[in-house]
T-cell receptor
Framework: GENVEQHPSTLSVQEGDSAVIKCTYS??????FPWYKQELGKRPQLIID?????GEKKDQRIAVTLNKTAKHFSLHITETQPEDSAVYFC?????????????FGKGTTLSVSS | GAGVSQSPSNKVTEKGKDVELRCDPI?????LYWYRQSLGQGLEFLIY????????KSGLPSDRFSAERTGGSVSTLTIQRTQQEDSAVYLC?????????????FGPGTRLLVL
């Protein structure tokens, strides 16, 4: 089955710096890669996703890149702000299969200090 | 509209007791997922429902865990003879049709503590 590895487990940056979180996956059939953000004590929420037919996607300060050959994808946050502090989870799934679940990485705790 | 809800929000139980956790998905969502989040760990997939059927039970950690869904809506996750290692936050999510590329909407979770 699919296995998703996520690094680093913790990341501390100064406000205004960039943050990068990297994930690798094992199953080459995976073709959908979402990122979820979980603030302390709250539920995970989708922040951005990418499908395998594109290499990069941006949404304001957030971008995700995908390298299918190397089977890795990354989340990039620019101009970080204290409210970006949270746990970020990457995930992978084979979206062409009905009833497929997301396989999540173990999460990255991002701390942005002002 | 209303999001995914879960009850209870917190549950403290004694080792060996059975517990039931409830999930109310977003109305009209066909797919429902259960995950477990242990301290410092990621989101561990437990089980998935498409309607009332569970085509993927591969994540259930032992035969003490079971789940059902009725009326294509509410789901109950039951843990029998609870153990201390069952202590975790149990999260439920739903999505409209169950294809893997849909956004999953998470509930607030049930925090289970087994003493």
């Amino acid at each position: 089955g699919e296995n998703v590895e996520q690094h680093p487990s913790t990341l501390s940056v100064q406000e205004g710096d960039s943050a990068v979180i990297k994930c690798t996956y094992s199953d080459s059939a995976s073709n959908y890669f979402p990122w979820y953000k979980q603030e302390l004590g709250k539920r995970p929420q989708l922040i951005i996703d990418i499908r395998s037919n594109v290499g990069e996607k941006k949404d304001q300060r957030i971008a995700v890149t995908l390298n299918k050959t190397a089977k890795h994808f990354s989340l990039h946050i620019t101009e970080t702000q204290p409210e970006d502090s949270a746990v970020y989870f990457c995930a992978a799934s084979m979206s062409d299969q009905a009833g497929t679940a997301l396989i999540f990485g173990k999460g990255t705790t991002l701390s942005v200090s002002s | 509209g209303a999001g995914v809800s879960q009850s209870p929000s917190n549950k403290v139980t004694e080792k060996g007791k059975d517990v039931e956790l409830r999930c109310d998905p977003i109305s009209g969502h066909t797919a429902l997922y259960w995950y477990r989040q242990s301290l410092g760990q990621g989101l561990e997939f437990l089980i998935y429902f498409q309607g009332n059927s569970a085509p993927d039970k591969s994540g259930l950690p032992s035969d003490r865990f079971s789940a059902e869904r009725t009326g294509g809506s509410v789901s109950t996750l039951t843990i029998q003879r609870t153990q201390q290692e069952d202590s975790a936050v149990y999260l439920c999510a739903s999505s409209p049709a169950g294809t893997g590329k849909e956004t999953q909407y998470f509930g607030p979770g049930t925090r289970l503590l087994v003493l």
